[in-house]
């Protein structure tokens, strides 16, 4: 098998390159370095097997040539990161949807299975106002709720709405073979602080210590998922055609608060780091949104797939702290 892998050199595109290449398949990977980096597949270039193309997925002819020998598509090139998005309004919005129009056109023209990669930003404040009391968990076919267009906040979240949407169109209008997949904080080594990410941020502020910065009250909970099991998710419903047509959450049906996830990298860091709070307004400027909750409900990839998750939060921590050890050494 070949696979192409768009944004093949981001977080979970560079890992995902590497475990189908482990699993014996050829991998294409295509990436314009907007956020993703070419240290994160320098351990894959010289493998045999693996290409890599700098190109913009948007690039039509480009796209073709390698969509010719590929057997499956994994599309995860986006804009990503909430300050990535935030600073790059118009990127957000134009590149997201012509990215994956290309990416679904030419899947149709040469009948491709696609999976594609949202996000659990598509919720919104679902749980803050549809679930206040915080009993429930977000479901795939759960009612969305997003605040005013005049709020950038929302952008990211509408724009990949509209990409599912043009998935499921794909779909019914000329039977594409595409999966949806809605990702809850996949976390672990090589996820870059840069943009706004949460634990490799704590870890290294904690391992250099210095104070590690919440905003808000740090009440606002989150649940987070290893990337490892977050690869296990997509190759099992990559490989399963009942999931064609479907979205499907891949997270942690378990959720911590931001100021206990700060507190459990202090302890596990032993670090000196205190903690400090920042507004919303002093970390990302006037009129910012928050969603308090966001945690997945995995029931429907459990019962299709039998996935369950073999890394804990502490996992998390301890490996990203390896991790960012041994790059502050090195």
């Not at 073979?177 to 904080?185: A, C, E, G, M, S």
């Not at 296990?232 to 608060?257: C, D, K, M, R, V």
Request: aromatic fraction near 10%; proline fraction near 2%.
């Amino acid at each position: 098998m070949r696979y192409l892998v768009t944004g093949g050199a981001g977080f979970i595109g560079s890992h995902l390159c590497q475990f189908l290449l482990d699993k014996g398949g050829e991998v294409d990977a295509i990436d314009n370095l907007q956020t993703g980096s070419l240290d994160n597949i320098a351990h894959l270039l010289n493998r045999k097997g693996f290409r890599f193309f700098k190109e913009d997925v948007k690039n039509a002819m480009q796209m073709e040539s390698v969509f010719l020998e590929a057997d499956s598509i994994f599309h995860l090139a986006a804009p990503v990161g909430v300050k990535f998005i935030l600073h790059h309004p118009v990127t957000t919005i134009l590149d997201s949807v012509k990215a994956t129009e290309c990416v679904l056109n030419l899947a149709v023209k040469y009948s491709k299975p696609v999976l594609l990669a949202s996000t659990s930003e598509v919720y919104g404040k679902h749980l803050d106002l549809l679930d206040p009391d915080g009993n429930g968990r977000l479901k795939e076919d759960d009612y969305r709720v997003e605040g005013t267009t005049r709020n950038h906040r929302w952008a990211y979240a509408n724009v990949k709405s509209l990409t599912e949407f043009l998935a499921f169109a794909y779909y019914r209008e000329f039977g594409l073979k595409v999966i949806i997949t809605r990702f809850f904080n996949t976390a672990g080594p090589r996820q870059k602080s840069d943009y706004g990410m949460v634990i490799p941020n704590f870890v290294q502020a904690a391992l250099k210590g210095n104070n590690l910065e919440i905003y808000g009250t740090g009440q606002q909970k989150r649940s987070f998922i290893h990337i490892q099991d977050t690869l296990s998710a997509l190759w099992a419903l990559s490989n399963n055609t009942n999931a064609y047509g479907q979205a499907f959450n891949i997270g942690s049906p378990e959720e911590i608060s931001i100021r206990e996830l700060a507190e459990m990298v202090i302890q596990l860091t032993q670090s000196s780091s205190g903690i400090t709070s920042l507004t919303y307004e002093e970390a990302y400027g006037t009129g910012f949104e928050e969603m308090n909750r966001r945690t997945a409900d995995i029931s429907r990839l459990k019962s299709l797939t039998g996935f369950d998750l073999n890394y804990s939060l502490e996992d998390i921590l301890r490996d990203v702290i390896q991790f960012e050890q041994t790059r502050l050494i090195g």
